[in-house]
Protein backbone atom coordinates (compact mmCIF):
# COMPACT_ATOMS: atom_id res chain seq x y z
CA UNK A 1 0.00 0.00 0.00
CA UNK A 2 1.75 3.66 -1.11
CA UNK A 3 2.33 5.79 2.14
CA UNK A 4 0.09 8.74 2.05
CA UNK A 5 1.44 11.64 -0.21
CA UNK A 6 2.94 15.05 0.74
CA UNK A 7 -0.82 16.68 0.37
CA UNK A 8 -2.26 14.19 3.19
CA UNK A 9 -0.09 15.73 5.10
CA UNK A 10 -0.03 19.06 4.70
CA UNK A 11 -4.06 18.37 5.44
CA UNK A 12 -3.31 17.24 8.57
CA UNK A 13 -0.98 19.41 9.61
CA UNK A 14 -3.20 22.19 8.85
CA UNK A 15 -6.01 20.67 10.47
CA UNK A 16 -3.66 20.10 13.78
CA UNK A 17 -3.06 23.74 13.66
CA UNK A 18 -6.39 24.83 13.74
CA UNK A 19 -6.89 22.44 16.40
CA UNK A 20 -3.72 23.67 18.90
CA UNK A 21 -5.26 27.03 18.49
CA UNK A 22 -8.78 25.99 20.10
CA UNK A 23 -7.57 26.45 23.40
CA UNK A 24 -11.05 27.06 24.59
CA UNK A 25 -9.93 30.29 26.91
CA UNK A 26 -13.29 30.62 28.97
CA UNK A 27 -14.31 30.63 32.63
CA UNK A 28 -14.79 28.29 35.29
CA UNK A 29 -11.33 26.32 34.32
CA UNK A 30 -13.00 23.53 36.21
CA UNK A 31 -15.42 23.40 32.92
CA UNK A 32 -12.55 23.58 30.62
CA UNK A 33 -10.31 21.72 32.06
CA UNK A 34 -11.78 18.56 31.13
CA UNK A 35 -12.53 19.88 27.44
CA UNK A 36 -8.95 20.66 27.12
CA UNK A 37 -8.13 17.06 28.42
CA UNK A 38 -10.61 14.89 25.98
CA UNK A 39 -9.59 17.23 23.14
CA UNK A 40 -6.15 16.44 24.12
CA UNK A 41 -4.64 13.65 22.80
CA UNK A 42 -2.87 13.84 19.43
CA UNK A 43 -5.22 11.18 18.08
CA UNK A 44 -5.07 10.28 14.27
CA UNK A 45 -7.95 13.00 13.81
CA UNK A 46 -9.73 10.48 11.94
CA UNK A 47 -13.33 12.37 11.66
CA UNK A 48 -11.57 15.38 10.86
CA UNK A 49 -9.82 13.98 8.07
CA UNK A 50 -12.66 12.23 6.42
CA UNK A 51 -14.41 15.46 6.84
CA UNK A 52 -11.25 17.37 4.59
CA UNK A 53 -11.04 14.86 2.42
CA UNK A 54 -14.10 15.08 1.40
CA UNK A 55 -13.69 18.54 0.83
CA UNK A 56 -10.11 17.98 -1.34
CA UNK A 57 -12.32 15.68 -3.83
CA UNK A 58 -13.55 19.29 -4.78
CA UNK A 59 -10.98 22.17 -3.69
CA UNK A 60 -7.77 22.44 -3.27
CA UNK A 61 -8.57 25.32 -0.39
CA UNK A 62 -8.88 23.27 2.68
CA UNK A 63 -9.53 26.48 5.14
CA UNK A 64 -12.84 27.21 5.19
CA UNK A 65 -13.61 23.54 5.91
CA UNK A 66 -11.64 23.33 9.59
CA UNK A 67 -14.27 24.67 11.50
CA UNK A 68 -16.23 22.09 10.42
CA UNK A 69 -13.39 19.58 11.09
CA UNK A 70 -12.87 20.71 14.62
CA UNK A 71 -17.02 20.94 15.01
CA UNK A 72 -17.33 16.87 14.41
CA UNK A 73 -13.79 15.95 16.62
CA UNK A 74 -15.07 17.92 19.23
CA UNK A 75 -18.54 16.38 19.12
CA UNK A 76 -17.32 13.02 18.65
CA UNK A 77 -15.08 13.48 21.84
CA UNK A 78 -18.26 14.68 23.60
CA UNK A 79 -19.70 11.06 23.00
CA UNK A 80 -16.91 9.49 23.85
CA UNK A 81 -17.01 11.53 27.37
CA UNK A 82 -20.67 10.45 27.98
CA UNK A 83 -20.02 7.26 26.77
CA UNK A 84 -17.18 6.33 28.57
CA UNK A 85 -19.22 7.15 31.46
CA UNK A 86 -22.16 5.09 30.71
CA UNK A 87 -20.22 2.09 29.88
CA UNK A 88 -17.79 2.50 33.54
CA UNK A 89 -15.03 2.39 30.50
CA UNK A 90 -11.97 3.30 33.17
CA UNK A 91 -9.27 4.18 30.45
CA UNK A 92 -9.52 6.05 26.84
CA UNK A 93 -6.45 6.00 24.58
CA UNK A 94 -4.17 5.06 26.91
CA UNK A 95 -5.28 7.41 29.49
CA UNK A 96 -7.28 7.76 32.78
CA UNK A 97 -11.30 8.45 30.46
CA UNK A 98 -12.25 12.26 31.49
CA UNK A 99 -14.70 11.08 34.18
CA UNK A 100 -11.99 9.00 36.29
CA UNK A 101 -9.96 12.18 35.77
CA UNK A 102 -12.20 14.70 37.01
CA UNK A 103 -15.58 13.33 38.32
CA UNK A 104 -18.59 11.72 37.13
CA UNK A 105 -20.76 15.19 37.58
CA UNK A 106 -18.19 17.81 35.64
CA UNK A 107 -17.37 14.61 33.26
CA UNK A 108 -21.11 14.69 31.94
CA UNK A 109 -21.47 18.93 31.97
CA UNK A 110 -18.33 19.05 29.77
CA UNK A 111 -19.90 16.71 27.59
CA UNK A 112 -22.95 18.76 27.71
CA UNK A 113 -20.90 21.76 26.80
CA UNK A 114 -19.02 20.12 23.85
CA UNK A 115 -21.91 19.49 22.26
CA UNK A 116 -23.39 23.09 22.88
CA UNK A 117 -19.80 24.42 21.61
CA UNK A 118 -19.34 21.81 18.67
CA UNK A 119 -23.21 23.87 17.57
CA UNK A 120 -21.08 26.43 17.98
CA UNK A 121 -18.77 25.94 15.23
CA UNK A 122 -20.99 25.42 13.10
CA UNK A 123 -23.03 28.24 13.22
CA UNK A 124 -20.92 30.87 13.79
CA UNK A 125 -18.17 29.68 11.17
CA UNK A 126 -20.61 29.11 7.96
CA UNK A 127 -23.75 31.05 6.47
CA UNK A 128 -26.29 30.73 4.10
CA UNK A 129 -27.23 27.70 2.07
CA UNK A 130 -24.11 25.72 3.46
CA UNK A 131 -24.80 26.54 7.07
CA UNK A 132 -28.08 25.15 6.29
CA UNK A 133 -26.60 21.85 4.69
CA UNK A 134 -24.16 21.42 7.42
CA UNK A 135 -26.49 21.78 10.18
CA UNK A 136 -28.84 20.01 8.06
CA UNK A 137 -26.28 16.78 8.16
CA UNK A 138 -25.58 17.52 11.48
CA UNK A 139 -28.51 17.38 12.83
CA UNK A 140 -29.69 14.41 11.55
CA UNK A 141 -26.29 12.29 12.12
CA UNK A 142 -26.72 14.14 16.14
CA UNK A 143 -29.67 12.36 16.67
CA UNK A 144 -28.99 8.95 14.49
CA UNK A 145 -26.17 8.32 16.80
CA UNK A 146 -27.90 9.11 20.26
CA UNK A 147 -30.70 6.49 18.82
CA UNK A 148 -27.83 4.09 17.73
CA UNK A 149 -26.06 4.41 21.40
CA UNK A 150 -29.37 3.71 22.66
CA UNK A 151 -29.83 0.35 21.02
CA UNK A 152 -25.93 -0.03 21.89
CA UNK A 153 -26.90 -0.40 25.45
CA UNK A 154 -30.07 -2.23 24.60
CA UNK A 155 -28.38 -4.94 23.01
CA UNK A 156 -25.82 -5.55 25.96
CA UNK A 157 -29.03 -6.99 27.77
CA UNK A 158 -31.22 -8.37 25.63
CA UNK A 159 -30.91 -12.19 24.76
CA UNK A 160 -32.14 -12.30 21.16
CA UNK A 161 -29.66 -9.92 19.47
CA UNK A 162 -28.45 -11.55 16.09
CA UNK A 163 -25.27 -10.64 14.09
CA UNK A 164 -28.15 -8.57 11.52
CA UNK A 165 -29.22 -6.41 14.60
CA UNK A 166 -25.55 -5.79 15.40
CA UNK A 167 -24.61 -4.74 11.68
CA UNK A 168 -28.07 -2.14 12.04
CA UNK A 169 -26.84 -1.18 15.34
CA UNK A 170 -23.34 -0.28 14.25
CA UNK A 171 -24.68 1.55 11.05
CA UNK A 172 -26.75 4.09 13.44
CA UNK A 173 -23.68 4.24 15.86
CA UNK A 174 -20.67 4.41 13.63
CA UNK A 175 -21.70 4.38 10.23
CA UNK A 176 -23.52 7.71 10.37
CA UNK A 177 -20.71 9.79 11.82
CA UNK A 178 -18.59 8.78 9.34
CA UNK A 179 -20.98 9.26 7.06
CA UNK A 180 -22.01 12.90 8.23
CA UNK A 181 -18.29 13.69 8.03
CA UNK A 182 -17.83 13.06 4.23
CA UNK A 183 -21.15 14.65 3.34
CA UNK A 184 -20.07 17.41 5.18
CA UNK A 185 -16.36 17.56 3.89
CA UNK A 186 -17.86 17.13 -0.05
CA UNK A 187 -21.07 19.59 0.38
CA UNK A 188 -18.05 22.58 1.79
CA UNK A 189 -16.09 20.87 -1.45
CA UNK A 190 -18.79 22.04 -3.50
CA UNK A 191 -19.46 18.04 -4.97
CA UNK A 192 -22.59 17.79 -6.57
CA UNK A 193 -25.73 15.85 -5.11
CA UNK A 194 -25.09 13.11 -7.17
CA UNK A 195 -21.70 12.80 -6.06
CA UNK A 196 -22.79 13.37 -2.10
CA UNK A 197 -24.84 10.96 -2.45
CA UNK A 198 -22.14 8.78 -3.47
CA UNK A 199 -20.02 9.89 -0.67
CA UNK A 200 -22.97 8.68 1.83
CA UNK A 201 -22.42 5.24 0.63
CA UNK A 202 -18.60 5.20 0.64
CA UNK A 203 -19.56 6.43 4.35
CA UNK A 204 -21.80 3.68 5.23
CA UNK A 205 -19.58 0.77 4.03
CA UNK A 206 -16.18 2.33 5.94
CA UNK A 207 -18.36 2.91 8.78
CA UNK A 208 -19.30 -1.02 8.91
CA UNK A 209 -15.87 -2.15 8.33
CA UNK A 210 -14.33 0.88 10.66
CA UNK A 211 -16.71 -0.50 13.46
CA UNK A 212 -16.24 -4.11 12.87
CA UNK A 213 -12.71 -3.58 12.87
CA UNK A 214 -12.79 -1.75 16.31
CA UNK A 215 -14.63 -5.10 17.55
CA UNK A 216 -11.99 -7.34 16.53
CA UNK A 217 -9.27 -4.96 18.11
CA UNK A 218 -11.18 -4.85 20.95
CA UNK A 219 -11.07 -8.65 21.15
CA UNK A 220 -8.41 -9.95 19.63
CA UNK A 221 -5.57 -7.19 20.72
CA UNK A 222 -4.26 -6.20 23.97
CA UNK A 223 -4.77 -2.56 25.20
CA UNK A 224 -0.97 -1.66 23.79
CA UNK A 225 -2.74 -1.48 20.35
CA UNK A 226 -6.01 -0.46 21.77
CA UNK A 227 -5.50 2.16 24.53
CA UNK A 228 -8.73 0.36 26.17
CA UNK A 229 -8.88 -2.47 29.05
CA UNK A 230 -7.42 -5.76 28.35
CA UNK A 231 -10.44 -8.03 26.41
CA UNK A 232 -13.08 -4.92 27.82
CA UNK A 233 -15.99 -6.29 25.19
CA UNK A 234 -15.81 -9.90 26.91
CA UNK A 235 -15.43 -8.77 30.73
CA UNK A 236 -18.50 -6.53 29.85
CA UNK A 237 -20.47 -9.65 28.23
CA UNK A 238 -21.01 -7.03 25.29
CA UNK A 239 -22.59 -8.52 22.03
CA UNK A 240 -20.00 -7.57 19.80
CA UNK A 241 -19.60 -8.40 16.29
CA UNK A 242 -16.91 -11.41 17.47
CA UNK A 243 -19.25 -12.73 20.05
CA UNK A 244 -22.71 -12.30 17.62
CA UNK A 245 -20.42 -13.82 14.77
CA UNK A 246 -19.57 -16.33 16.23
CA UNK A 247 -22.74 -17.71 17.56
CA UNK A 248 -23.63 -17.71 13.91
CA UNK A 249 -20.97 -20.02 12.83
CA UNK A 250 -20.86 -22.67 16.17
CA UNK A 251 -22.64 -25.73 16.67
CA UNK A 252 -24.81 -26.50 19.31
CA UNK A 253 -22.40 -27.49 22.15
CA UNK A 254 -20.41 -24.19 21.37
CA UNK A 255 -23.31 -21.52 21.38
CA UNK A 256 -24.90 -23.29 24.35
CA UNK A 257 -21.33 -22.94 25.99
CA UNK A 258 -20.88 -18.93 24.81
CA UNK A 259 -24.43 -18.10 25.85
CA UNK A 260 -23.40 -19.41 29.36
CA UNK A 261 -20.28 -18.14 29.87
CA UNK A 262 -22.17 -14.51 28.46
CA UNK A 263 -24.95 -15.32 31.42
CA UNK A 264 -22.11 -15.55 33.69
CA UNK A 265 -21.37 -12.71 36.30
CA UNK A 266 -18.40 -9.85 35.18
CA UNK A 267 -15.85 -11.77 37.60
CA UNK A 268 -16.37 -15.51 36.60
CA UNK A 269 -16.95 -14.73 33.09
CA UNK A 270 -13.49 -12.91 32.99
CA UNK A 271 -11.81 -15.99 34.27
CA UNK A 272 -13.32 -18.01 31.07
CA UNK A 273 -12.15 -15.64 28.66
CA UNK A 274 -9.23 -17.90 27.25
CA UNK A 275 -12.07 -20.30 26.68
CA UNK A 276 -14.16 -17.82 24.89
CA UNK A 277 -10.85 -16.60 22.49
CA UNK A 278 -10.38 -20.68 21.97
CA UNK A 279 -13.86 -21.25 20.54
CA UNK A 280 -13.76 -18.53 18.48
CA UNK A 281 -10.85 -19.07 17.33
CA UNK A 282 -11.89 -22.76 16.10
CA UNK A 283 -14.17 -20.81 14.50
CA UNK A 284 -12.79 -19.18 12.76
CA UNK A 285 -14.22 -15.68 13.49
CA UNK A 286 -11.07 -13.23 13.57
CA UNK A 287 -10.41 -14.30 10.02
CA UNK A 288 -13.88 -14.33 8.77
CA UNK A 289 -14.95 -10.79 10.23
CA UNK A 290 -11.60 -9.86 8.50
CA UNK A 291 -12.74 -10.90 5.30
CA UNK A 292 -15.78 -9.07 5.53
CA UNK A 293 -13.83 -5.41 6.86
CA UNK A 294 -11.85 -5.92 3.59
CA UNK A 295 -15.02 -6.79 1.73
CA UNK A 296 -16.94 -3.60 2.88
CA UNK A 297 -13.15 -1.73 2.16
CA UNK A 298 -12.94 -2.58 -1.18
CA UNK A 299 -16.72 -1.62 -2.00
CA UNK A 300 -16.06 1.96 -0.67
CA UNK A 301 -12.81 2.31 -2.58
CA UNK A 302 -14.43 1.14 -5.90
CA UNK A 303 -17.01 3.96 -5.62
CA UNK A 304 -14.70 6.55 -4.30
CA UNK A 305 -12.97 5.48 -7.72
CA UNK A 306 -15.89 6.26 -9.57
CA UNK A 307 -16.04 10.36 -8.82
CA UNK A 308 -14.69 12.12 -11.59
CA UNK A 309 -12.63 13.92 -9.75
CA UNK A 310 -9.29 15.03 -8.76
CA UNK A 311 -7.07 11.90 -8.87
CA UNK A 312 -5.27 12.49 -5.89
CA UNK A 313 -8.07 13.27 -3.98
CA UNK A 314 -9.23 10.07 -4.47
CA UNK A 315 -6.13 8.09 -3.98
CA UNK A 316 -5.35 10.17 -0.24
CA UNK A 317 -9.52 9.04 0.74
CA UNK A 318 -8.88 5.57 -0.27
CA UNK A 319 -5.52 5.38 1.58
CA UNK A 320 -6.64 6.81 4.71
CA UNK A 321 -9.99 4.73 4.38
CA UNK A 322 -7.65 1.41 3.65
CA UNK A 323 -5.24 2.83 7.16
CA UNK A 324 -8.39 3.01 9.13
CA UNK A 325 -10.00 -0.20 8.68
CA UNK A 326 -7.77 -3.34 7.55
CA UNK A 327 -4.30 -2.16 8.45
CA UNK A 328 -4.47 -2.03 12.12
CA UNK A 329 -4.41 -5.72 13.04
CA UNK B 1 -53.01 40.90 43.07
CA UNK B 2 -55.40 40.34 40.08
CA UNK B 3 -55.87 36.69 38.86
CA UNK B 4 -54.57 36.23 35.27
CA UNK B 5 -56.84 36.78 32.94
CA UNK B 6 -58.35 35.29 30.33
CA UNK B 7 -55.60 36.00 27.20
CA UNK B 8 -53.02 34.73 29.52
CA UNK B 9 -54.90 31.50 30.29
CA UNK B 10 -55.70 30.81 26.13
CA UNK B 11 -51.98 31.48 26.02
CA UNK B 12 -51.01 28.63 28.64
CA UNK B 13 -53.96 26.49 26.83
CA UNK B 14 -51.97 27.01 23.29
CA UNK B 15 -48.65 26.02 24.40
CA UNK B 16 -50.21 23.12 26.63
CA UNK B 17 -51.70 22.05 23.10
CA UNK B 18 -48.77 22.21 21.78
CA UNK B 19 -46.49 20.20 23.87
CA UNK B 20 -49.00 17.46 24.56
CA UNK B 21 -48.29 17.02 20.47
CA UNK B 22 -44.73 17.05 20.98
CA UNK B 23 -44.29 13.16 21.05
CA UNK B 24 -41.38 11.96 20.06
CA UNK B 25 -42.38 9.29 17.93
CA UNK B 26 -38.98 8.00 17.56
CA UNK B 27 -37.28 4.82 17.95
CA UNK B 28 -35.79 3.07 20.08
CA UNK B 29 -38.59 3.74 23.05
CA UNK B 30 -35.80 2.91 25.25
CA UNK B 31 -33.92 6.55 24.39
CA UNK B 32 -37.59 8.13 24.12
CA UNK B 33 -39.42 7.09 26.97
CA UNK B 34 -37.31 8.49 29.17
CA UNK B 35 -37.63 12.18 27.45
CA UNK B 36 -41.81 11.72 27.49
CA UNK B 37 -41.21 10.97 31.30
CA UNK B 38 -38.93 13.99 31.81
CA UNK B 39 -41.42 16.22 29.54
CA UNK B 40 -44.74 14.58 31.05
CA UNK B 41 -45.03 16.68 34.03
CA UNK B 42 -47.61 19.30 33.58
CA UNK B 43 -45.39 21.81 35.48
CA UNK B 44 -46.16 25.88 35.41
CA UNK B 45 -44.45 25.72 32.32
CA UNK B 46 -42.12 28.83 33.30
CA UNK B 47 -39.84 29.28 30.71
CA UNK B 48 -42.38 28.68 27.74
CA UNK B 49 -44.53 30.87 29.17
CA UNK B 50 -41.96 33.78 29.92
CA UNK B 51 -41.33 33.76 26.08
CA UNK B 52 -44.91 33.49 24.61
CA UNK B 53 -45.57 36.69 27.70
CA UNK B 54 -42.69 38.24 25.81
CA UNK B 55 -43.85 37.76 22.12
CA UNK B 56 -47.56 38.87 22.84
CA UNK B 57 -45.59 42.50 24.03
CA UNK B 58 -45.50 42.59 20.19
CA UNK B 59 -47.69 40.60 18.58
CA UNK B 60 -50.75 38.96 19.34
CA UNK B 61 -50.10 35.95 17.05
CA UNK B 62 -48.53 33.58 19.17
CA UNK B 63 -48.17 30.04 17.26
CA UNK B 64 -44.87 30.93 15.40
CA UNK B 65 -43.27 31.50 18.76
CA UNK B 66 -44.47 27.83 20.03
CA UNK B 67 -41.74 25.68 18.81
CA UNK B 68 -39.19 27.95 20.65
CA UNK B 69 -41.55 28.01 23.83
CA UNK B 70 -41.20 24.12 23.53
CA UNK B 71 -37.18 24.06 22.99
CA UNK B 72 -36.76 25.87 26.22
CA UNK B 73 -38.74 23.85 27.78
CA UNK B 74 -37.19 20.80 26.37
CA UNK B 75 -33.58 22.58 26.91
CA UNK B 76 -34.69 23.54 30.55
CA UNK B 77 -35.72 19.70 31.35
CA UNK B 78 -32.29 18.48 29.78
CA UNK B 79 -30.53 21.16 32.00
CA UNK B 80 -32.45 19.16 34.89
CA UNK B 81 -32.09 16.18 34.09
CA UNK B 82 -27.97 16.25 33.61
CA UNK B 83 -28.44 18.54 36.99
CA UNK B 84 -30.27 15.40 39.19
CA UNK B 85 -27.51 13.11 38.01
CA UNK B 86 -24.37 15.23 39.25
CA UNK B 87 -26.08 16.35 42.43
CA UNK B 88 -27.30 12.54 43.13
CA UNK B 89 -30.83 14.31 43.60
CA UNK B 90 -33.66 11.41 43.92
CA UNK B 91 -36.47 13.30 43.67
CA UNK B 92 -37.80 15.80 40.91
CA UNK B 93 -41.79 17.43 41.28
CA UNK B 94 -42.35 14.88 43.89
CA UNK B 95 -41.23 11.79 41.46
CA UNK B 96 -38.43 10.13 41.47
CA UNK B 97 -35.80 11.81 38.83
CA UNK B 98 -35.11 10.50 35.45
CA UNK B 99 -31.88 8.56 36.47
CA UNK B 100 -33.68 7.15 39.26
CA UNK B 101 -36.60 5.91 36.84
CA UNK B 102 -33.79 4.82 33.99
CA UNK B 103 -30.40 4.47 34.95
CA UNK B 104 -27.79 6.81 34.71
CA UNK B 105 -26.53 5.87 30.94
CA UNK B 106 -30.33 6.21 29.76
CA UNK B 107 -30.76 9.39 31.44
CA UNK B 108 -27.10 10.59 30.50
CA UNK B 109 -28.02 9.52 26.82
CA UNK B 110 -32.28 11.07 26.96
CA UNK B 111 -30.58 14.31 28.29
CA UNK B 112 -27.95 14.62 25.46
CA UNK B 113 -31.16 13.52 22.70
CA UNK B 114 -33.06 16.27 24.44
CA UNK B 115 -30.41 19.09 23.48
CA UNK B 116 -29.59 17.94 19.98
CA UNK B 117 -33.56 17.95 19.78
CA UNK B 118 -33.64 21.50 21.29
CA UNK B 119 -31.37 22.73 18.52
CA UNK B 120 -33.88 20.76 16.43
CA UNK B 121 -37.05 23.12 16.91
CA UNK B 122 -34.90 26.49 16.38
CA UNK B 123 -33.11 25.18 13.23
CA UNK B 124 -36.49 23.36 11.68
CA UNK B 125 -38.86 25.96 12.87
CA UNK B 126 -37.48 29.56 11.85
CA UNK B 127 -35.57 30.89 9.13
CA UNK B 128 -33.46 33.87 8.29
CA UNK B 129 -33.34 36.71 10.42
CA UNK B 130 -35.18 35.27 13.05
CA UNK B 131 -33.23 31.79 12.98
CA UNK B 132 -29.73 33.59 13.01
CA UNK B 133 -31.23 35.58 16.26
CA UNK B 134 -32.84 32.92 18.35
CA UNK B 135 -29.54 31.13 18.04
CA UNK B 136 -27.07 33.43 18.52
CA UNK B 137 -29.46 33.90 22.03
CA UNK B 138 -29.98 30.52 22.64
CA UNK B 139 -26.87 29.84 21.98
CA UNK B 140 -24.75 32.55 24.66
CA UNK B 141 -27.53 31.18 27.05
CA UNK B 142 -26.67 27.55 26.51
CA UNK B 143 -22.89 27.76 26.97
CA UNK B 144 -23.27 30.54 29.93
CA UNK B 145 -25.37 27.77 31.75
CA UNK B 146 -23.22 25.54 31.47
CA UNK B 147 -20.44 27.51 33.21
CA UNK B 148 -22.94 28.49 35.84
CA UNK B 149 -23.71 25.34 36.73
CA UNK B 150 -19.54 24.63 37.12
CA UNK B 151 -19.45 27.76 39.12
CA UNK B 152 -22.48 26.40 41.61
CA UNK B 153 -20.62 22.88 41.69
CA UNK B 154 -17.42 24.75 42.36
CA UNK B 155 -19.10 26.76 45.05
CA UNK B 156 -19.78 23.52 47.42
CA UNK B 157 -16.70 22.33 47.52
CA UNK B 158 -15.04 25.85 48.23
CA UNK B 159 -14.61 27.46 51.42
CA UNK B 160 -14.13 31.40 50.60
CA UNK B 161 -17.59 31.78 49.02
CA UNK B 162 -19.70 35.17 49.90
CA UNK B 163 -23.26 36.07 49.30
CA UNK B 164 -21.89 38.56 46.17
CA UNK B 165 -20.32 35.19 44.56
CA UNK B 166 -23.51 33.63 44.69
CA UNK B 167 -25.75 36.36 43.44
CA UNK B 168 -22.93 36.29 40.28
CA UNK B 169 -23.53 32.65 40.22
CA UNK B 170 -26.92 32.42 39.92
CA UNK B 171 -27.30 35.08 37.17
CA UNK B 172 -25.10 32.56 35.05
CA UNK B 173 -27.40 29.40 36.49
CA UNK B 174 -30.56 31.17 36.22
CA UNK B 175 -30.88 34.55 35.02
CA UNK B 176 -29.08 33.49 31.64
CA UNK B 177 -32.40 31.57 30.91
CA UNK B 178 -34.83 33.61 32.08
CA UNK B 179 -33.19 36.35 30.11
CA UNK B 180 -32.95 34.35 27.00
CA UNK B 181 -36.60 32.71 27.13
CA UNK B 182 -38.09 37.04 27.29
CA UNK B 183 -35.95 38.23 24.89
CA UNK B 184 -36.34 35.17 22.46
CA UNK B 185 -39.91 35.92 22.53
CA UNK B 186 -39.40 39.65 22.17
CA UNK B 187 -37.29 39.48 19.15
CA UNK B 188 -40.31 37.03 17.98
CA UNK B 189 -43.07 39.64 18.72
CA UNK B 190 -41.34 42.28 16.69
CA UNK B 191 -39.64 44.24 19.75
CA UNK B 192 -36.84 46.83 18.89
CA UNK B 193 -33.42 46.34 19.71
CA UNK B 194 -33.88 49.28 22.26
CA UNK B 195 -37.20 47.37 24.26
CA UNK B 196 -34.91 43.86 23.95
CA UNK B 197 -32.42 45.35 25.82
CA UNK B 198 -34.83 46.59 28.60
CA UNK B 199 -36.50 42.96 28.32
CA UNK B 200 -32.81 41.56 29.14
CA UNK B 201 -32.68 44.05 32.44
CA UNK B 202 -36.23 42.53 33.35
CA UNK B 203 -34.85 38.78 32.52
CA UNK B 204 -31.76 39.81 34.74
CA UNK B 205 -34.02 40.91 37.97
CA UNK B 206 -36.05 38.57 37.70
CA UNK B 207 -33.64 35.51 37.27
CA UNK B 208 -32.42 37.26 40.74
CA UNK B 209 -36.03 36.81 42.22
CA UNK B 210 -36.93 33.54 41.10
CA UNK B 211 -33.28 31.95 42.02
CA UNK B 212 -33.21 33.53 45.73
CA UNK B 213 -36.66 32.30 46.37
CA UNK B 214 -36.24 29.05 44.94
CA UNK B 215 -33.38 28.84 47.45
CA UNK B 216 -35.49 30.40 50.23
CA UNK B 217 -38.11 27.76 49.56
CA UNK B 218 -36.08 25.11 49.93
CA UNK B 219 -34.47 25.66 53.03
CA UNK B 220 -38.00 26.85 54.57
CA UNK B 221 -40.54 24.87 52.85
CA UNK B 222 -40.89 20.94 53.00
CA UNK B 223 -41.20 18.49 50.05
CA UNK B 224 -45.17 19.05 49.64
CA UNK B 225 -44.34 22.62 48.17
CA UNK B 226 -40.99 22.29 46.49
CA UNK B 227 -41.51 18.53 45.24
CA UNK B 228 -38.02 17.95 46.26
CA UNK B 229 -36.31 16.22 49.32
CA UNK B 230 -36.68 18.06 52.61
CA UNK B 231 -33.77 20.51 53.53
CA UNK B 232 -32.00 18.98 50.76
CA UNK B 233 -29.86 21.98 50.15
CA UNK B 234 -28.85 21.85 53.87
CA UNK B 235 -28.22 18.39 53.97
CA UNK B 236 -26.11 18.87 51.05
CA UNK B 237 -24.23 21.70 52.60
CA UNK B 238 -24.69 24.10 49.91
CA UNK B 239 -23.56 27.30 49.89
CA UNK B 240 -27.32 28.51 49.37
CA UNK B 241 -28.65 32.51 49.40
CA UNK B 242 -29.83 31.25 52.93
CA UNK B 243 -26.57 29.95 54.52
CA UNK B 244 -24.59 32.84 52.71
CA UNK B 245 -26.53 35.60 53.76
CA UNK B 246 -27.19 33.96 57.31
CA UNK B 247 -22.99 34.25 57.38
CA UNK B 248 -22.57 37.49 56.46
CA UNK B 249 -25.31 38.35 59.08
CA UNK B 250 -24.26 36.35 61.87
CA UNK B 251 -22.01 37.09 64.88
CA UNK B 252 -18.49 35.65 65.30
CA UNK B 253 -20.50 32.94 67.52
CA UNK B 254 -23.41 32.40 65.12
CA UNK B 255 -20.82 32.26 61.94
CA UNK B 256 -18.41 29.66 63.56
CA UNK B 257 -21.16 27.47 64.56
CA UNK B 258 -22.79 27.39 61.19
CA UNK B 259 -19.52 26.73 59.15
CA UNK B 260 -18.09 24.03 61.42
CA UNK B 261 -22.48 22.18 61.26
CA UNK B 262 -21.25 22.76 57.47
CA UNK B 263 -18.60 21.34 57.23
CA UNK B 264 -19.95 18.45 59.23
CA UNK B 265 -20.66 15.29 56.92
CA UNK B 266 -24.73 14.57 55.56
CA UNK B 267 -25.40 11.90 58.51
CA UNK B 268 -23.79 14.45 61.06
CA UNK B 269 -25.62 17.78 59.32
CA UNK B 270 -28.78 16.16 58.90
CA UNK B 271 -29.22 15.43 62.84
CA UNK B 272 -28.45 19.38 62.98
CA UNK B 273 -30.77 20.87 60.52
CA UNK B 274 -33.13 22.38 63.49
CA UNK B 275 -30.01 23.98 65.09
CA UNK B 276 -29.20 25.46 61.17
CA UNK B 277 -33.02 26.58 61.36
CA UNK B 278 -32.78 28.05 64.44
CA UNK B 279 -30.13 30.67 64.16
CA UNK B 280 -31.42 31.33 60.61
CA UNK B 281 -34.27 32.50 62.23
CA UNK B 282 -32.82 34.12 65.16
CA UNK B 283 -30.95 36.35 62.24
CA UNK B 284 -34.01 37.08 60.36
CA UNK B 285 -32.64 35.18 56.79
CA UNK B 286 -35.97 34.13 55.44
CA UNK B 287 -37.51 37.92 55.96
CA UNK B 288 -34.22 39.77 54.86
CA UNK B 289 -33.48 37.33 51.81
CA UNK B 290 -38.03 37.82 51.23
CA UNK B 291 -37.07 41.52 50.98
CA UNK B 292 -34.54 41.39 48.78
CA UNK B 293 -37.29 38.91 46.22
CA UNK B 294 -39.80 41.72 46.35
CA UNK B 295 -36.99 44.63 45.77
CA UNK B 296 -35.56 42.98 42.36
CA UNK B 297 -39.50 42.07 41.13
CA UNK B 298 -40.72 45.35 41.93
CA UNK B 299 -37.45 46.75 39.66
CA UNK B 300 -38.51 44.13 36.47
CA UNK B 301 -42.39 45.23 37.13
CA UNK B 302 -41.43 48.99 36.39
CA UNK B 303 -39.34 48.15 33.53
CA UNK B 304 -41.98 45.98 31.94
CA UNK B 305 -44.54 49.13 32.50
CA UNK B 306 -42.17 51.50 30.97
CA UNK B 307 -42.16 49.45 27.42
CA UNK B 308 -45.06 50.72 25.08
CA UNK B 309 -46.75 48.32 24.21
CA UNK B 310 -50.13 46.69 24.71
CA UNK B 311 -51.06 47.24 28.52
CA UNK B 312 -52.73 43.63 28.59
CA UNK B 313 -49.77 41.87 27.87
CA UNK B 314 -47.46 43.84 30.06
CA UNK B 315 -50.16 43.18 32.82
CA UNK B 316 -49.84 39.54 31.98
CA UNK B 317 -46.32 39.44 31.97
CA UNK B 318 -46.09 41.27 35.38
CA UNK B 319 -48.52 39.17 37.52
CA UNK B 320 -46.76 36.20 36.34
CA UNK B 321 -43.41 37.35 37.04
CA UNK B 322 -45.00 38.05 40.70
CA UNK B 323 -46.67 34.72 41.02
CA UNK B 324 -42.88 33.31 39.94
CA UNK B 325 -41.21 35.05 42.47
CA UNK B 326 -43.48 36.37 45.18
CA UNK B 327 -46.29 34.32 45.74
CA UNK B 328 -45.09 30.99 46.21
CA UNK B 329 -44.62 30.98 50.03
Redesign the interface.
Known amino acids: MPQLGQRFQQTLASYQAYAAQQQFQ???S??YDPIRYAMGSKGKAVRPMLLLLGTSLGSFDLSKALPAAYAVELFHNFTLL?DD???EAPLRRGKPSVYKAFG???A??A???M???T??YL?DSFEGETRNYL??VF?KM??GL??G???D??MEVSEVSTYDDYLEMIHGKTGVLITACLEMGAHIGGLSPKQCETIRKVGDLAGRAFQIQDDVLDTFSTSAVTGKSDYGDIVRGKQSAPFLHALGLANAAQKERLQKIYALSVEDRSALIPEVLSIMEELGVEKSLSVQVETASSEANLLVESLEVDREAKANLINFLDQLSVRRH
Chains 1, 2 share one sequence.
Open positions: RQPTLHIMDIPSILGDALIHYGLLGQAICEQQRMD
